[in-house]
């Protein structure tokens, strides 16, 4: 894009802008030549196509729902998406890209021990480069302990067992009343 003061004999001002002149003053105004208004053509119609739209003349609109379009491509691609390789909780069987309108056009990916292909997702292999997702269906995802000290030594995107075992015990002499059945870590004994 050029100034007016880029265009020659146009009798701009220092910083290369319009002026109103000063005939009593001998400052004569700007002089508006039809190259200064085809750049300006030029850059409004770059806007509208480079959108997607089409050139309309009697659409003077184009050039604020081209800004709405190429605006409203920017954030859903980089603001209101999650980040990639970042896992979220969503409440539905049928996948955010279905359900969301502007994420349609974008791919998710369950955390169920996958391999993926980094050609077709580079970025996700910025983030998992054994190219495998973690299977995490059913779990409960822990958050790193980096350096606290409550679960240490425990590694990044590694599973862990349930962590209370061996769960013994009893219950002393239990007058029953009828059949009983037991279950579970504890019997019912004794006399």
Do not use: H
């Not at 980040?83 to 994420?103: D, K, L, R």
């Not at 391999?115 to 973690?134: E, G, Q, R, V």
């Not at 269906?137 to 862990?160: H, N, P, T």
């Amino acid at each position: 894009m050029q100034k007016i003061g880029n265009i020659p004999n146009t009798r701009a001002d220092t910083n290369g802008e319009f002026t109103d002149g000063n005939v009593a003053g001998g400052v004569p105004p700007t002089i508006l030549p039809a190259a200064f208004f085809n750049t300006i053509q030029r850059e409004l119609c770059n806007v509208v196509t480079g959108s997607g739209l089409e050139i309309t003349p009697n659409d003077d609109g184009q050039v604020l729902e081209a800004i709405q379009i190429l605006f409203g491509k920017y954030l859903s691609q980089y603001i209101s998406a999650p980040a990639i390789g970042v896992p979220f909780f969503w409440p539905s069987s049928t996948m955010p890209n279905i359900v969301m309108n502007e994420w349609s056009d974008m791919v998710f990916l369950k955390f169920n021990g996958a391999t993926f292909s980094a050609a077709t997702y580079p970025k996700l292999a910025l983030a998992f480069p054994s190219l495998s997702l973690p299977e995490a269906r059913g779990e409960f995802l822990r958050v790193w302990d980096d350096g606290r000290g409550v679960d240490s030594g425990r590694a990044l995107l590694s599973s862990q067992s349930d962590a209370i075992r061996n769960i013994t015990g009893s219950v002393g002499y239990i007058t029953m009343v009828g059949t009983s059945s037991v279950d579970g870590a504890f019997t019912v004994g004794g006399s």
